[in-house]
């Protein structure tokens, strides 16, 4: 059985005060039911950690492909797990977009994030121009595999499907649509990494989750938990967001 996975993605979004979203979050669900895990800026981790207790996993949002050394303004892997990261997002489209990260970008982070002993969660997904070409499986299958490395198990790795399009935009994809796409990462994990790790790998939708449409998109077969933009900033818009999950 996969725990299902609640993530939070602030972006570059909150200072010190924002801690108390997270503390409140964690007061809210002293046990929940399904994993959760929040991404709060580099800056602010260390202390993410510190107040986000034993329920509450923290991750960064990138790390660099190296361990260390003259990358200015970068951060490793290594130093995101001592600053009680768990895990990281990589290959979100705001970093393929910004900061121009390929495939093979991302597949060596992914490979580092996973021998610092992170779990990285890996992003995919299509524009609109691709979605209206009807080239998504295309594009997702491209990006599978020349974004996630060799060595994934159900443990490291996690893959998160992100229309492009529906990233803070409020638009959503059809309960078809997103069943469709997982339906189809699923099936080819299975066949690049085998049945068993294929189906342990937790699969989650992000784009314009909100408390008013989780449960509907909960419900799609192969979805295994949301990351969450916007909606994750405060806690009183993550926690019907986690209680939709946990009675999925
Ligand atoms: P959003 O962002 O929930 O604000 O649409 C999702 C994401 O980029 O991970």
Partial sequence: MRRKLAAGNWKMNGTGAALAELEALAAA????????????????????AQVAGDAIAVGGQDCHANASGAHTGDTSAEMLRDAGATAVILGHSERREDHDEGNDDVRAKARAAMEAGL???????ESLEQRE???TLDIIAGQMSGSIPDQCTGENLVVAYEPIWAIGTGKVPT?????????????????RFGEGVGRSVRLLYGGSVKPGNAAEIF??????????????????????????????
Avoid at 29 to 48: G, N, S
Avoid at 175 to 191: A, Y
């Fill in 29 to 48: 669900h002293p046990a929940p039911a399904v994993d959760i895990l929040i991404c709060p800026p580099a800056t602010l981790l260390h202390r993410a």
């Fill in 119 to 125: 779990i990285a969660v890996i992003c995919v997904g």
């Fill in 133 to 135: 070409a009807a080239n």
């Fill in 175 to 191: 309960l078809e649509q997103i069943g469709e796409v997982h339906d189809f990462i699923r099936t080819r994990l299975e066949r």
């Fill in 219 to 248: 419900g799609v077969p192969n979805v295994d938990g949301a990351l969450v933009g916007g909606a994750s900033l405060k806690a009183d818009g993550f926690s019907p967001i986690i209680t939709a999950l946990e009675s999925a």
